[in-house]
């Protein structure tokens, strides 16, 4: 199956912002896209634009509705070609006082939701007409560098890099591929409620063009922009000059401010 020939997509978290454009931007190419979210109501608002988006809503956490969503996938098509887990959530922790119970629900939703998507759709994947199947996770730059009040948001997309990054070894004797997409800041609804500046914020038609541009060559990460990538390399280069940047009011070790010495 050439990156010409029409796939079967699911893609998930899609009835807002970057995945409502990931899904009408496949669709525009001829691809089936089933397009999976919580919202209902705007799920199907995005099936009426195009007639090759079937709006399929589901709780990702919801492991008995999960199930029901096999089975609909499946009506729709016997096999998978590729998967697009954007699903997500974000919450952050205000010191002193946090509400730690935060760390658990992103985590239900960023980490374990995916993980009951990923075991749905890798019996649908293996019986793909396609040469190679596809798996693109969605996670995120924040990885790359820590973030004040981030800790709940940044430790689930840092524990989804590394399940995917482990998954790629496992998947590779089935000829699946994995693919993990690292955005900067995205104008999304999710980005709209950050309270902090947002440096190389994109607009999200444009971050989904280069998502589905740079996903058919399958590398292994693609992380856009690179201007932001450069800025995060600072967080390891000279940690204690980043700690200053992100958080100024925050006390730094100067041992720490030329490097870190941590054991």
Request: hydrophobic fraction near 45%; include cysteine; charged fraction near 25%.
């Amino acid at each position: 199956m050439t990156s010409k020939t029409p796939k079967v997509i699911w893609i998930t978290g899609a009835s807002s912002g970057l995945g409502r454009s990931l899904a009408l931007q496949l669709a525009g190419k001829g691809h089936r896209v089933i397009a999976s979210a919580r919202n209902q109501e705007e799920l199907e608002k995005l099936a009426t634009l195009n007639t090759n988006i079937v709006a399929l809503p589901c709780d990702i956490t919801d492991e008995e509705a999960m199930e029901a969503l096999r089975s609909r996938i499946m009506e729709i098509s016997p096999s998978l070609d590729q998967v697009i887990f954007n699903a997500g959530n974000c919450e952050y922790l205000d010191f002193p006082d946090p509400d730690w119970s935060a760390v658990r629900r992103v985590m239900e939703v960023n980490f374990f939701g995916t993980l009951n998507c990923v075991k749905l759709a890798l019996p649908l994947l293996r019986k793909s007409n396609s040469d190679r199947p596809h798996v693109v996770a969605v996670v995120s730059q924040v990885t790359a560098a820590p973030f004040p009040r981030a800790e709940a948001y940044g430790a689930s997309k840092a524990a989804m890099r590394y399940f995917f990054d482990s998954l790629r070894m496992d998947l590779a004797a089935d000829d699946i591929d994995v693919t993990v997409v690292n955005p900067g800041f995205v104008d999304t609804p999710l980005t709209r409620k950050n309270d902090f500046p947002m440096p190389f914020l994109m607009q999200v038609d444009e971050a989904a063009d280069r998502i589905v541009k740079n996903i058919e060559a399958r590398p292994r990460h693609y992380s856009f922009p690179l201007r932001l990538s450069a800025l995060l390399s600072l967080s390891k280069i000279l940690p204690g000059v980043w700690q200053k940047l992100v958080a100024p009011g925050a006390t730094v070790p100067a041992s720490d401010s030329e490097g870190d010495v941590s054991k």
